[in-house]
């Protein structure tokens, strides 16, 4: 809860109109639509919205008091001037800085998830083995910037023990704003890949910027390394306590024996505890030793913690399967990057399967200047992994199915369509029964239409060999 003199100590603002009226926001809001009575709301101005324009709409939901930027006033109803306002210089900063204020009035132990892949996995992990024994707030899905950190943090109130954010960037300094706003004290990095890199010079600048979480981490606090990536494992001076987890017995967290079992792994710690996942990726072994190394952190017996995640299923659009009519297909479709593409191919090369490999393959953004060299070295590994049909979606991979024809990979068994649509519609005349069918690319490309499209009221649970049942409307 907050008062009108909480809200101007957290923002720095200026009262300009129904100053003297006492109020209570019991939330923040910045959509009005969802807004519930007696809640601040904070006009964001975005790309594609501007919540200026909807101040009517706060005040008629029953807005208690809200939060503007200059020359906005424009849209206040004369009848509500008497409406606590507030007027700073930037609405998305003054949301960061309110929930930096709400931050500080607890007492309680918050993890920050960064990494270049497997944050919003890890970050779940994290929080499905402490539900037994903290009541945990964490981050609603992907929800890791400027504007979903503090509207998460925003909900903390006494009954929480903890926290578990999950903190995203596209750019630098952005880790280093939302660490501020967080206060964590406990952090992990995933891993340090080319995700971003079109606003980066190179791997060594998104590796800096990740870190910058290591050095505004609250006093005595600890950092959770991946000791098996290259760039995390030279990282050693830091002021704070490093633990790192990775395959072989020199890590703190470690796995000792690794497997293979009926397409999902299983593992075994330094102190003899095996570990059985639902999950087909190799990466999710390094994903299962950060969150296990983050909830040692909270007391957590090894033991217990292997119980707990024999349960966990990956979050949807996660290398989620799923059976429909006979075909399985490996939803992957949430985003795409280099390095997550690669672990996405070499599980698909390596699963068992009755049919056919197929690849359907979407754009992945954001890599610049190095983007055809990417899509080039995808094409390399499709066309030497086995693949059987590789259907490309987006002008950007069509350099995968160039690079895997030059290869060696049959004309005939590569194809390219401009959308998800037409490669939906084209995928029903290629894939049979028994087939297996990855669908991977950046979120903007839209793949998901793909599985949407085959979906129908025939579509049954997947069963991988030696796997619980995994509903197709399994929601984590």
């Not at 005040?59 to 208690?64: D, E, L, V, Y």
Request: aromatic residues 6%; charged residues 25%.
């Amino acid at each position: 809860m907050f008062t009108i003199e909480d809200i101007l100590k957290g923002t720095g603002g200026e009262i300009i109109s129904g100053r003297g009226r006492s109020i209570v926001a019991t939330g923040v809001s910045i959509d009005s639509r969802t807004m519930s009575k007696g809640e601040l709301f904070i006009a964001i101005k975005g790309e594609n919205f501007d919540g200026h324009n909807f101040l009517s709409e706060a005040f008629k939901k029953g807005a208690c008091a809200v939060i503007v930027m200059d020359r906005s006033l424009w849209n206040v109803p004369e009848g509500l001037k008497d409406v606590p306002i507030v007027m700073v210089s930037d609405t998305v900063k003054a949301l960061g800085d309110l929930a930096r204020f709400h931050r500080k009035r607890f007492d309680i132990p918050v993890v920050a998830v960064t990494g270049s892949n497997g944050k919003t996995t890890v970050k779940d992990m994290i929080s499905f083995l402490l539900q037994d024994n903290f009541e945990v707030l964490k981050t609603e899905g992907t929800k890791n910037n400027q504007i979903g950190v503090p509207l998460t943090l925003l909900k903390l109130d006494g009954s929480y023990d903890a926290a578990v954010l999950e903190i995203g960037m596209n750019h630098k300094g952005e880790i280093a704003r939302l660490t501020e706003i967080a206060g964590p004290s406990i952090g992990l990095i995933t891993n340090i890949g080319p995700s971003h890199i079109e606003f980066f010079k190179d791997l060594d600048g998104i590796l800096e910027a990740k870190l910058e979480l290591a050095r505004l981490l609250k006093k005595d606090g600890t950092l959770i390394l991946n000791g098996d990536d290259k760039y995390l494992a030279r990282v050693n001076s830091l002021p704070c306590k490093i633990v790192r987890f990775g395959e072989g017995d020199r890590f703190d967290v470690a796995a000792i024996k690794v497997e293979r079992i009926d397409d999902n792994w299983s593992f075994v710690t330094k102190d003899g505890v095996r570990f059985k996942t639902q999950m087909l990726g190799r990466e999710s072994v390094a994903n299962a030793l950060g969150a296990i190394a983050c909830a040692s952190l909270f007391g957590i017996p090894t033991i217990k913690m292997a119980v707990t995640f024999s349960e966990f299923i990956l979050p949807k659009m996660r290398m989620s399967p799923k059976s429909v009519n006979g075909i399985r297909f490996i939803d992957d479709t949430y985003n795409a990057n280099p390095l997550s593409f690669k672990c996405a191919v070499d599980t698909l090369a390596n699963i068992k399967i009755k049919g056919k490999r197929i690849i359907v393959c979407g754009d992945m953004l954001e890599l610049g200047k190095e983007s055809r060299r990417y899509h080039a070295e995808l094409g390399r590994q499709i066309a030497t992994s086995g693949i059987n049909i590789l259907i490309t979606v987006g002008k950007l991979s069509e350099d995968v199915g160039v690079t895997a024809k030059e290869l060696g990979m049959e004309a005939s068994s590569v194809w390219h369509f401009a959308s998800s649509d037409d490669a939906a519609r084209a995928l029903k005349g290629l894939a049979h029964d028994g087939d297996t069918i990855l669908v991977k690319g950046s979120r903007r490309v839209g793949l998901e239409r793909i599985i949407d499209y085959w979906d129908s009221t025939k579509s049954a649970p997947c069963r991988w060999p030696g796997s619980s049942s995994v509903s197709n409307n399994t929601t984590i």
